[in-house]
């Protein structure tokens, strides 16, 4: 039985927004229009990123392990292939895009782009994902010496998405999209 002295009390909280809400759903984990947990076969059925560039194809290459596929945007120059970067936004580019497939999911993707986009990337990460859940720091023995590094964490329900800098190019940061439960 509610005390009638405090039956005000719930629709001035519900009014204020004071009542319990569900949290917002997590972003799906995904970058440039693919999202972990997707089928190689959806991925391959939709068009490269526009800022992929004219003649952008899907290229997929099987790795050693038993079903697991990295797939990317390459343009074909003559008999060479060329690797297509995408854009991170509007100073910087993700280089080195791979899709790592298993069993025919999607289970990471990861990409480098340059130290100088640092701020950038952490924005952008934050915004999608809300703030690091973990940093951590350690050292990299690298061609010019050894190096401080960082890592931002993300953890969420569909998996992990690490920011390091610097990758082990001196001049570069890596980010990583990993599906929960997946190994690499």
Not at 54 to 69: K, L, R, S, Y
Not at 105 to 122: G, K, P
Not at 145 to 155: A, F, Y
Request: aromatic share 6%.
């Amino acid at each position: 039985m509610i005390d009638t002295r405090l039956r005000w009390a719930v629709p001035v909280i519900a009014m204020l927004g004071l009542a319990a809400q569900a949290p917002a759903p997590a972003a799906p984990l995904g970058f440039a229009g693919a999202t972990l947990g997707m089928s190689l076969a959806d991925w391959k059925a939709q068009p490269p990123p526009a800022d992929a560039g004219p003649g952008a194809e899907a290229v997929c290459t099987p790795q050693p392990a038993a079903g697991q596929v990295s797939c990317g945007y390459d343009s074909e120059v003559g008999r060479t292939a060329l690797p297509r970067a995408l854009r991170l936004d509007k100073r910087y580019l993700a280089r080195g895009v791979a899709y790592m497939f298993n069993d025919g999911r999607l289970t990471e993707i990861r990409f480098q782009s340059s130290v100088d986009a640092y701020n950038d990337v952490m924005a952008m990460l934050t915004k999608r994902y809300g703030p690091p859940s973990h940093t951590a720091r350690d050292s990299l023995k690298s061609s010019i010496g050894r190096l401080q590094r960082v890592h931002q964490v993300w953890r969420t329900p569909d998996g992990v998405v690490t920011l390091a800098d610097p990758a082990p190019t001196p001049a570069a940061l890596t980010v990583r999209l990993e599906a929960a439960g997946a190994s690499g």
